[in-house]
């Protein structure tokens, strides 16, 4: 049989998808990219925006009007909000969590079980009873991941959320913060390393709270990243470690202080801001004011230099004024980030602001967004410029748009783009002098 995937959202769900691949690779499937050839389609969802579950309803449709000329089986998993769920049950053959996915084999030699009749469909109430998507997740992070690229993996060290943003359905989709075993993490990391990734990310919807839950019994966060830069100096290997996301409240100046330490440790800091008006953030039940936000970033440009800064940013949450907007703007003119994920605020359902009132005009969210864009874009091009005449180590992705270029980014992330048609050089670190530079990315030449 033949099979065909459909990640959507965040790059959880892209690890997610790895150790389905595992699952149905052992089952003797085969993998397609093309769905009309696939026997069996799978989908893994991302509820924390509608976007993403539009486009489930989308392509169900479709495929549900394909079975009515050949065999086909349909699952979906990954983040779903109860309310989903439920009308999922009727629409795929099968519905599970993630932590789930040892038994996907089972489920789908009885596929149709689950959906025998509409008198068997769960209520959303139901489902939220019975239904601990955190439970039992060492089942899951024991399948090992057939890796999607060559050079860049995805390493879960943690999953689900206690933080109950307002606007965000995550603690409802992944369910608590459970940790996973730091042996288990540093193993699938070692092996990576040894099969030449070069690019290694360790995911969790809080990284920077692992070891919260088992105090006493595991590492914290700084110990796993020391314990990673000690392994990174030993080995002799050159490759960069990312982490997303961390929490500005669970973030402290040990963590960038043992980053600082070690040079597998990627000079790249991804940390959340959503807002920078302090009772924006009180709404947002972010947990932290923009002074502590503002400790973050000093202690980050104090120990780290070198560092580049990411952030994430939503505008048009209920209720916010253009007071409380501009000074999320004067924010980011201080924090001067490299990049900025913007987003226009929409209702998800199950989240606490859902019961809200989404009172900010499209109009208007669409006009904050482009503001904020053109102040990252100013901060992003000052930083660009300053880097013409260094050389880059860059990480080689793949082909450019640009004819004849192949692209790639810095340890920081920064993209850039460099005249070579070696494709050989996809997946390893080489040496750019920067020549040019453009908001959000930089030019070069390859050196020896």
Same mark, same amino acid.
């Given at each position: 049989?033949?099979? /065909?995937?459909?990640?959507?959202?965040?790059?959880?769900? %892209?690890?997610d998808?790895? $150790?389905?691949?595992?699952?149905?690779?052992?089952?003797?499937? =085969?993998?397609?990219?093309?769905? +009309?050839?696939?026997?069996?389609?799978?989908?893994?969802?991302?509820s924390?925006?509608?976007?993403?579950i539009?486009?489930?309803?989308? $392509?169900?449709?479709?495929?549900?009007?394909? *079975?009515?000329? $050949?065999?086909? @089986?349909?699952?979906?998993?990954?983040?779903?909000?109860?309310a989903?769920?439920?009308r999922?049950?009727?629409?795929?053959?099968?519905? /599970?969590?993630? +932590?789930e996915?040892?038994?996907?084999?089972?489920?789908?030699?009885?596929?149709g079980?689950?959906?025998?009749?509409?008198?068997?469909?769960?209520?959303?109430?139901?489902?939220? %009873?019975?239904?601990?998507?955190?439970?039992?997740?060492?089942?899951?992070?024991?399948?090992?991941?057939?890796?999607?690229?060559?050079?860049?993996?995805?390493?879960?060290?943690?999953?689900?959320?206690?933080?109950?943003?307002?606007?965000?359905?995550?603690?409802?989709?992944r369910?608590?913060?459970?940790?996973?075993?730091?042996?288990?993490?540093?193993?699938?990391?070692?092996?990576?390393?040894?099969?030449?990734?070069?690019?290694?990310?360790?995911?969790?919807? +809080?990284?920077?709270?692992?070891?919260?839950?088992?105090?006493?019994?595991?590492?914290?966060?700084?110990?796993?990243?020391?314990?990673?830069?000690?392994?990174?100096?030993?080995?002799?290997?050159? /490759?960069?470690?990312?982490?997303?996301?961390?929490?500005?409240?669970?973030?402290?100046?040990?963590?960038?202080?043992?980053?600082?330490?070690?040079?597998?440790?990627?000079?790249?800091?991804?940390?959340?801001?959503?807002?920078?008006?302090?009772?924006?953030?009180?709404?947002?039940?972010?947990?932290?004011?923009?002074?502590?936000?503002?400790?973050?970033?000093n202690?980050?440009?104090?120990?780290?230099?070198?560092?580049? @800064?990411?952030?994430?940013?939503?505008?048009? /949450?209920?209720?916010?004024?253009e007071?409380?907007?501009?000074?999320?703007?004067?924010?980011? @003119?201080?924090? *001067?980030?490299?990049?900025?994920?913007i987003?226009?605020?929409?209702?998800?359902?199950?989240?606490?602001?859902?019961?809200?009132?989404?009172?900010?005009?499209?109009?208007?969210?669409? $006009?904050?967004?482009?503001?904020?864009?053109?102040?990252?874009?100013?901060?992003?091009y000052?930083?660009?410029?300053?880097?013409?005449?260094?050389?880059?180590k860059?990480?080689?992705?793949?082909?450019?748009?640009?004819?004849?270029?192949?692209?790639?980014?810095?340890?920081?992330?920064?993209?850039? %783009?460099?005249?070579?048609?070696?494709?050989?050089?996809?997946?390893? @670190?080489?040496?750019? =002098?920067?020549?040019?530079?453009?908001?959000?990315?930089?030019?070069? +030449?390859?050196?020896?």
């Open positions: 049989m033949k099979y /065909f995937l459909l990640p959507l959202g965040c790059q959880m769900n %892209r690890s998808t790895e $150790r389905v691949i595992t699952v149905l690779n052992n089952m003797g499937c =085969e993998p397609t990219d093309d769905e +009309n050839t696939a026997d069996i389609i799978g989908v893994i969802a991302c924390v925006r509608q976007k993403g539009d486009k489930v309803y989308s $392509r169900i449709r479709k495929w549900n009007t394909m *079975k009515r000329n $050949r065999n086909l @089986i349909t699952f979906i998993s990954g983040c779903m909000l109860p989903d769920r439920v999922f049950i009727r629409l795929f053959d099968i519905v /599970f969590t993630m +932590n996915l040892p038994e996907l084999p089972d489920m789908i030699r009885q596929y079980v689950m959906t025998a009749s509409s008198s068997q469909i769960p209520t959303e109430e139901e489902i939220v %009873r019975q239904i601990n998507p955190s439970a039992n997740m060492d089942r899951f992070w024991a399948i090992k991941p057939q890796h999607i690229s060559k050079y860049e993996a995805f390493i879960p060290i943690q999953n689900g959320c206690n933080k109950f943003c307002t606007y965000c359905a995550v603690p409802y989709t369910g608590r913060e459970v940790s996973r075993k730091s042996d288990e993490i540093l193993t699938e990391l070692r092996q990576a390393v040894e099969k030449g990734y070069k690019s290694i990310t360790l995911l969790g919807q +809080n990284v920077n709270s692992y070891g919260l839950d088992k105090k006493g019994d595991e590492m914290n966060f700084a110990q796993l990243l020391r314990t990673i830069g000690r392994y990174g100096d030993e080995c002799g290997k050159e /490759f960069w470690v990312y982490f997303t996301s961390p929490h500005p409240r669970d973030m402290n100046d040990e963590v960038i202080e043992v980053i600082s330490q070690y040079r597998c440790l990627a000079k790249q800091i991804h940390i959340p801001i959503q807002s920078g008006d302090d009772d924006m953030l009180q709404r947002m039940n972010r947990k932290h004011t923009l002074e502590d936000y503002r400790h973050i970033i202690s980050i440009r104090r120990m780290l230099p070198t560092a580049t @800064i990411f952030t994430d940013i939503i505008v048009g /949450f209920t209720g916010e004024t007071e409380e907007f501009e000074n999320t703007r004067k924010a980011m @003119i201080e924090f *001067k980030y490299n990049m900025a994920y987003a226009q605020y929409s209702v998800r359902p199950g989240a606490v602001a859902s019961t809200w009132a989404d009172d900010v005009p499209k109009e208007e969210k669409r $006009r904050r967004y482009h503001v904020l864009s053109q102040e990252l874009e100013k901060h992003s000052l930083y660009n410029k300053s880097l013409i005449g260094t050389t880059q860059v990480l080689v992705t793949g082909d450019d748009r640009k004819e004849g270029y192949l692209t790639g980014h810095t340890e920081g992330k920064i993209v850039i %783009r460099f005249k070579s048609s070696d494709h050989s050089l996809v997946g390893q @670190i080489v040496n750019v =002098e920067v020549t040019s530079a453009r908001p959000l990315s930089i030019e070069g +030449n390859l050196t020896e």
